[in-house]
């Protein structure tokens, strides 16, 4: 008998064309499992946060943690952006997709938060990001440093001076 992975690669050889559609359960596949607990990847990037906002498990929880400033609120915004369009996925799920797929008409439909389909694993120009995406900010594409613990103003000098500034 066949396993999964077999049937699946079965399928996908006498289809015409194939439709993706990936979010968080993709992700959370590829072992990326930080958007609804604080596993021990958010802890080491999100640590200094967590530890004054410890209802925050998780990327996602994140958002409601009562921030003590808009300093605070903008570090974390930054931060968890830079994290998702920089960090790679734990597990080779996407790579085992794409050869899965490479060689077939495709096409992915996805969630913003799955920002692992927008990577070279995948290319962009086969997907279509219904919600939209976080990358349009223009800080996304840098590289950030943020500290949720140092106040200061926010965005005195525009974004590209205070993108390196501890907050």
């Not at 990037?45 to 009562?66: L, N, Q, V, W």
């Not at 439909?109 to 694993?121: E, G, K, R, V």
């Not at 949720?148 to 001076?161: A, D, E, H, M, Q």
Request: proline residues 5%; positive net charge.
């Amino acid at each position: 008998m066949k396993n999964e992975i077999e049937q699946l690669k079965d399928v996908l050889l006498d289809s015409d064309a194939i439709l993706i559609g990936a979010g968080s359960g993709m992700s959370a596949a590829a072992g990326m499992d930080w958007w609804y607990q604080a596993s021990p990847v958010y802890k080491q990037h999100f640590g200094d946060f967590y530890a004054r906002h410890p209802e925050a498990t998780g990327i996602f929880k994140g958002f409601y943690a009562r921030f003590t400033s808009e300093n605070e609120r903008w570090a974390y915004l930054v931060r968890m952006l830079d994290f998702i369009y920089h960090q790679p996925p734990v597990k080779n799920t996407y790579q085992v997709l794409k050869d899965l797929i490479q060689d077939r008409p495709y096409h992915i439909l996805t969630t913003n938060q799955d920002a692992m389909c927008l990577t070279a694993t995948l290319p962009t120009s086969k997907s279509v990001r219904f919600k939209g995406i976080g990358a349009s900010c223009s800080l996304a594409p840098r590289r950030l440093t943020t500290s949720f613990t140092t106040p200061g103003p926010l965005l005195s000098g525009g974004w590209n001076t205070w993108r390196n500034k501890k907050i």
